[in-house]
């Protein structure tokens, strides 16, 4: 489970990990409060000026990885997510696969939260429900 | 490669397959023109009274798989994507992790992308740069 106080290297070793477009935050009760998207890592790990300009990454004279260590390694998720919370769009572990696509499709969102008894279950993608859809 | 006049259910076995947020679009000459995204599909499949109101879910008298072969079989990627196209970012093969980072972070795309020689070779994810960033 991640919160806001979890350890923003950690949030970013799970994106990767599991080939996650994004990570749904919870608070301590773990009803989901916000999502933390791979690209919003990303942008938090390169520097301002080289976002303005890419040209400017050579003059980087630090690998990504040590990047990623410095700028990530003792900051929480909630310094790398931005002021702006997002409600999460929830579904139920028992909707059908025909109620979750909808949930998403009304929502446009490519990630659902997977709730059961109020807790958090797990993360639904949009390329997941595809897989699941296509399935005969 | 995936072009405007691919079938609308392979370019959905793509995505689901390789569990990626969204495919790039290619011209016949290999440029990129589109992106479509898998939550765009999700969309697609789903009617509109039932985007409205998810809990009509129930009277839907088709599967998912029923339903995304009916509503895709006959269908290609240009009848899916919506009117407006987007620009995709693009990076080259040859470039090195920062600056694919740089641009990924400075067009806030969760999707890149790679060419080399002019052609598509493939395309990174936000959370596929932050696997090989966070690999030591």
């Given at each position: 489970?991640?919160?806001?106080?979890?350890?923003?290297?950690?949030?970013?070793?799970?994106?990767?990990?599991?080939?996650?477009?994004?990570?749904?935050?919870?608070?301590?009760s773990?009803?989901?409060?916000?999502?933390?998207?791979?690209?919003?890592?990303?942008?938090?790990?390169?520097?301002?000026?080289?976002?303005d300009?890419?040209?400017?990454?050579?003059?980087?004279?630090?690998?990504?990885?040590?990047?990623?260590?410095?700028?990530?390694?003792?900051?929480?998720?909630?310094?790398?997510?931005?002021?702006?919370?997002?409600?999460?769009?929830t579904?139920d572990a028992?909707?059908?696969?025909?109620?979750?696509?909808?949930?998403?499709?009304r929502?446009?969102?490519?990630?659902?939260?997977?709730?059961?008894?109020?807790?958090?279950?797990g993360?639904?993608?949009?390329?997941?429900?595809?897989?699941?859809?296509?399935?005969?």
């Open positions: 489970m991640v919160t806001m106080d979890s350890g923003a290297l950690d949030a970013a070793r799970l994106l990767a990990e599991h080939r996650l477009p994004g990570i749904v935050v919870t608070d301590r773990g009803h989901p409060t916000a999502v933390l998207p791979a690209s919003q890592v990303v942008r938090f790990i390169v520097p301002g000026y080289v976002q300009d890419p040209s400017l990454a050579g003059v980087l004279n630090e690998s990504m990885a040590d990047r990623c260590a410095d700028k990530l390694g003792d900051k929480k998720v909630r310094d790398v997510l931005r002021e702006h919370l997002r409600d999460v769009p579904v028992g909707d059908t696969i025909v109620e979750v696509a909808a949930t998403m499709a929502h446009r969102s490519p990630l659902l939260a997977v709730m059961k008894d109020g807790e958090l279950q993360v639904i993608t949009a390329s997941r429900l595809l897989a699941a859809a296509l399935k005969h």
